[in-house]
């Protein structure tokens, strides 16, 4: 329950910088992307980058051009809350992150966070 909320709050942060973060609005403007985040059992939410407009959808079976995928929720929510810089590596590091589809969109993505946290 917590990792969907916190994949839910992370969709209202982003999308409200698309509209008042120009930092942000700047990095998204040219790109689109599918970023899905979601669990090994497929709990998870859609973000739809089109080219400086943004739309999520709930639920971890969509297409996507790279997928950040958490071996459970509980850990998902641990590692995406930690403020240390190295918690998603680390966590990629010990195999409870796997990144599947095209790699590039997951550094633009976190490059986008970036901008926003």
Do not use: C
């Amino acid at each position: 329950m917590r990792f969907s909320l916190l994949l839910g709050a992370l969709y209202f942060i982003l999308k409200r910088a698309s509209v008042k973060n120009e930092a942000f609005k700047r990095h998204i403007r040219h790109t689109s992307a599918r970023i899905l985040i979601k669990t090994a059992k497929g709990r998870g939410r859609l973000f739809i980058f089109e080219k400086g407009k943004l739309s999520s959808r709930s639920g971890g079976r969509w297409e996507f051009d790279v997928a950040l995928v958490w071996k459970d929720a509980k850990t998902g929510f641990r590692v995406m809350t930690d403020k240390s810089p190295d918690a998603s590596f680390n966590a990629a590091a010990r195999g409870d992150l796997k990144v599947e589809g095209v790699s590039f969109y997951a550094q633009w993505f976190q490059d986008g966070i970036n901008f926003v946290m």
